[in-house]
Structure formats: C-alpha cells, structure tokens
C-alpha cells in the first residue's frame, strides 16, 4: 500500500543538527500515522517520536523532548524528523514506519510498513 524511503543521514559532531525525510509513496499518505525509530549496533530498537496523520498529536522518547521534532507535509508525502543539539547516544540507524490501524503509537509491531533505514553517527 505504501513504500517509504529514508534520506539525509549522515555523519555530525556532537551538537550538530540533521532533518531527517521519509519520502511515502501512494494516494493515501494523509491517513497514516508516521513513526520514527532508531537502532544502534548491539542495542534493542526503540521508538523516537510519531505523528498522527492530522499531525494534530505528536509523540517523543523522553531523551529526545525538546531536541527532536516530528512534522509532516502531506501534500509532498513526507514526513521529517528535525533534530537538534545531537549527541552520540543518538547513533543509529534511524527507520521510519507507518500504519493506517493503530494510530499514533509508540508500539513498533503495530506499524505495518518501514523503510530500509537511514544511518545518523554523532562524533565525539
């Protein structure tokens, strides 16, 4: 139903800022709720924010509230992850996900489709 793609990692010093885009594909983007999650070399993966599909809710992990922000531009299909002051605890693969059932939810079984995953390194 839906493909996404995730573009603008790199790699930034410490206290840098990167946008993350997850560009979706279809007709349909506007009622999907969005996630971004992320995953480190060893660690679990873990939620990072998502977005309603109104964008009217958002939701962070609490290490990121008030660096990251989670916004969406449906009429380019796009949502963005804007983060700010990173540090290199933030290292990760970073994936966006979507899901037109459970709403906005930190719970990533519930998201049905993901992207391949873009790579963020924070530097020392």
């Known amino acids: 139903q839906v493909q996404l793609v995730e573009s603008g990692g790199r790699l930034v010093q410490a206290g840098g800022s990167l946008r993350l885009s997850c560009a979706a594909s279809?007709?349909?983007?506007?009622?999907?709720?969005m996630g971004w999650f992320r995953q480190a070399p060893g660690k679990e993966r873990e939620f990072v924010a998502a977005?309603?599909?109104?964008?009217?809710?958002?939701y962070y992990k609490d290490s990121v509230k008030g660096r990251f922000t989670i916004s969406r531009d449906n009429a380019k299909n796009t949502v963005y992850l804007e983060m700010n002051s990173l540090k290199p605890e933030d290292t990760a693969v970073y994936h966006c996900?979507?899901?037109?059932?459970?709403?906005?939810?930190?719970?990533?079984?519930?998201?049905?489709?993901w992207g391949q995953g873009t790579q963020v390194t924070v530097s020392s």
């Open positions: 996900a979507a899901n037109d059932k459970y709403g906005t939810t930190w719970y990533a079984n519930f998201y049905d489709y």
């Open positions: 977005i309603s599909w109104s964008s009217g809710n958002t």
């Open positions: 279809g007709r349909t983007f506007s009622s999907y709720a």
